[in-house]
T-cell receptor, first 114, second 112 residues
Framework: EAEVAQSPRYKITEKSQAVAFWCDPI?????LYWYRQILGQGPELLVQ????????DSQLPKDRFSAERLKGVDSTLKIQPAELGDSAMYLC????????????FGNGTRLTVT | DQQVKQNSPSLSVQEGRISILNCDYT??????FLWYKKYPAEGPTFLIS?????DKNEDGRFTVFLNKSAKHLSLHIVPSQPGDSAVYFC???????????FGKGTRLHILP
């Protein structure tokens, strides 16, 4: 079964450093999502892409976070500079176009900022 | 403001018995509901969904019930198995919107 690929699985960085996460969605899935999950909470949407276009980035802290999906396939999420409060699991998900399509998640990147 | 609420952080159930996980929502525009299961160090996995035109959907040991008037849904697992021990997230989306909102999750422990 096709999977959403994410790397790295774990990342430790010092505050004020830059960090980047990569996601490759399931082939044919036009919609891509980045979620952040803090321990004990549910996943919270950061940004949603439809092909290469941003559909929703209302919850993305744009002063330090950026996301791109240049060719409408894989995607990168960047944080610069990282802050202690950014420590969390960053999850990428993809789905077919159209609502009522379940999200398929990758295994995430666990970020620890020291 | 939490639009999807899972008020029980954890639940313990004896193996072989029924597990019932509950979820409440506040947004009356939600019309599609999903349950995800998450093991440690893995991403959430889609389990089962239900549209607001139905009040029940069943898939093997898993059944989701929707009570629209009460804005409440529940996931029933019968019989519960050790591999069901995980965190379960309730999620919802609104008509015409493919953004999915998640609850905080309920950790289910299946006791031997």
């Amino acid at each position: 079964e096709a999977e959403v690929a994410q790397s790295p699985r774990y990342k430790i960085t010092e505050k004020s450093q830059a960090v980047a996460f990569w996601c490759d969605p399931i082939s044919g899935h036009a919609t891509l999502y980045w979620y952040r999950q803090i321990l004990g909470q549910g996943p919270e949407l950061l940004v949603q892409f439809q092909d290469e276009s941003v559909v929703d980035d209302s919850q993305l802290p744009k002063d330090r976070f950026s996301a791109e999906r240049l060719k409408g396939v894989d995607s990168t999420l960047k944080i610069q500079p990282a802050e202690l409060g950014d420590s969390a699991m960053y999850l990428c998900a993809s789905s077919r176009t159209g609502y009522n399509s379940p999200l398929h998640f990758g295994n995430g990147t666990r970020l620890t900022v020291t | 403001d939490q639009q999807v609420k899972q008020n029980s952080p954890s639940l313990s159930v004896q193996e072989g018995r029924i597990s019932i996980l509950n979820c409440d929502y506040t947004n009356s525009m939600f019309d599609y509901f999903l349950w995800y299961k998450k093991y440690p160090a893995e991403g959430p996995t889609f389990l089962i969904s239900i549209s607001s035109i139905k009040d029940k959907n069943e898939d093997g040991r898993f059944t989701v019930f929707l009570n629209k008037s009460a804005k409440h849904l529940s996931l029933h697992i019968v019989p519960s198995q050790p591999g069901d021990s995980a965190v379960y997230f309730c999620a919802a989306s609104a008509l015409g919107d493919d953004k999915i909102i998640f609850g905080k999750g309920t950790r289910l422990h299946i006791l031997p």
